[in-house]
């Protein structure tokens, strides 16, 4: 089984630049979760897909960063224009749905740096 | 307050224990997640506690401690490749929401 892929998994664009980050859940899980760390800091939430729809996003950051899942199966999380303090590791998570105890799947992460 | 606190850095020698403690808050516990991360790569899960006591899972076991709000990772028969990050996590809410500590980075020395 396939786990949870994440593209790039290193991106180094300019301040005011567009990134798009790309994350493919493994099949059949209806729950997707960005994450982010951010130097020396803990991993954060950004914001969490019921298949399509978007359950939580209180912890986006503001309103340039925008997270979609059109379909209900890979996400992307577009940061435009980028800021310096954008950067950090972007994790995406999946689980396949139904009980809040169950333990996330993560991608490897992308690392962002934003110069 | 909302933090999660463990210790940022542990070593140990080969074939030890080492223990990692973790405390949180207690208002809206759900449930608490340990997970290992080496370097560069997905956090990988370990264990998960919702009830007081001892979840023993080979080598590794987790406590938890509804009450003090604390929890802590057993680590047992240290080997070299137990060397990585690991991460507390506690579960906020009833979609799967974690808030996560700054991670324990574990040195196993031979």
């Known amino acids: 089984e396939a786990g949870v892929t994440q593209f790039p998994s290193h991106s180094v664009i300019e301040k005011g630049q567009t990134v798009t980050l790309r994350c493919d859940p493994i099949?059949?899980?209806?729950?997707l979760y960005w994450y982010r760390r951010v130097m020396g800091k803990e991993i954060k939430f950004l914001l969490h897909?019921?298949?399509?729809?978007?359950?939580?996003e209180s912890g986006m950051p503001n309103n340039r960063f925008l997270a979609e899942r059109t379909g209900g199966t890979y996400s992307t999380l577009k940061v435009q224009p980028a800021e310096l303090e954008d950067s950090g590791v972007y994790f995406c998570?999946?689980?396949?749905?139904?009980?809040?105890?169950?333990?996330?799947?993560f991608g490897s992460g992308t690392q962002l740096s934003v110069l | 307050g909302q933090n999660i606190d463990q210790p940022t850095e542990m070593t140990a020698t080969e074939g030890a224990i080492v223990q990692i403690n973790c405390t949180y808050q207690?208002?809206?516990?759900?449930?608490l997640f340990w997970y290992q991360q080496h370097a560069g790569e997905a956090p990988t899960f370990l264990s998960y506690?919702?009830?007081?006591g001892l979840e023993e899972k080979g080598r590794f076991s987790s406590f938890l401690s509804r009450s003090k709000g604390y929890s802590y990772l057993l680590l047992k028969e240290l080997q070299m490749k137990d060397s990585a990050s690991y991460l507390c996590?506690?579960?906020?809410?009833?979609?799967?929401?974690?808030?996560f500590g700054a991670g324990t980075q574990v040195v196993v020395t031979p």
């Open positions: 998570a999946s689980s396949q749905g139904g009980q809040a105890n169950e333990k996330l799947f």
């Open positions: 099949s059949g899980h209806d729950n």
């Open positions: 897909f019921v298949k399509e729809s978007k359950q939580d």
């Open positions: 207690t208002s809206g516990f759900n449930g």
């Open positions: 506690n919702v009830l007081d």
């Open positions: 996590a506690r579960l906020t809410d009833s979609w799967g929401k974690l808030q």
